[in-house]
């Protein structure tokens, strides 16, 4: 990692965290492996730009400073938009890692948010005009549900799992050709985004990831189903 002053570390600790990137990127190696290609080098020049580009995190500029001012970001953009790697391979491998972590065992809840990113066009997947918070209106932007695992007492969070919202016309038969077309699942059908979540939470469970308790905000705590599912597991 490149200047490790911009984060308030010292030199010698910027290089132990730039160690410990290293050897996660390649415990994480397989998951970008097809029969045929290797990608995960797309995967490490993505996740060393993310952490080291100090102005816009575009896919050019992300290029640009790891692999040098001629880069252009369009084999780092295919790897993220169109390379074959499977996402959920990449989550289940963090649930793991985290099922194995037995000294933060106990003090850990799961948290149940959404988060919307704003979008220039209707052609990326998901998209349409939808709430986003962070602007507090509704916008052009693609929604995701998303699940964290956190303990407070240990200061540790990390992301677990997550799904992207599909809006109902996204899921409709003329749609068909853009949904291949963007690779999405065709067995995929319409769910809120609470119904989303209850699936993701069974599947951190069934990771065994150990957790005390699921939190969320009111869009979600007041859903009469979610809390049904919830207290027929004895998760509430």
Known sequence: MELPERWGLGAAT???????VRAMWARYQACFRTQTRDTSENAWIYVRGLLTVDQARTFANIARRVQGPEADGQRVQHFMSASPWSAQAVLEQVRAEV???PEIGTGNVLILDESADGKAGEQTAGAGRQYKGRLGKVALSQ???????ANEARRFWTWIDGELFLPERWVAP???????????????????????????IQRV???????????CDELYGRSRWLRAQLDAAALL
């Open 99 to 101: 099922a194995r972590q």
């Open 14 to 20: 910027g290089g132990v965290v730039a160690k410990r």
């Open 205 to 215: 469970r069934a990771a065994g990831v150990p957790f005390a308790a699921v939190l």
């Open 174 to 200: 003329q749609q068909g050709t853009l949904r291949q077309h963007l690779g999405m699942p065709p067995e995929r059908q319409f769910a809120t985004t609470i119904e989303l979540g209850w699936p993701m």
């Open 143 to 149: 929604v995701g549900t998303f699940l964290a695992r």
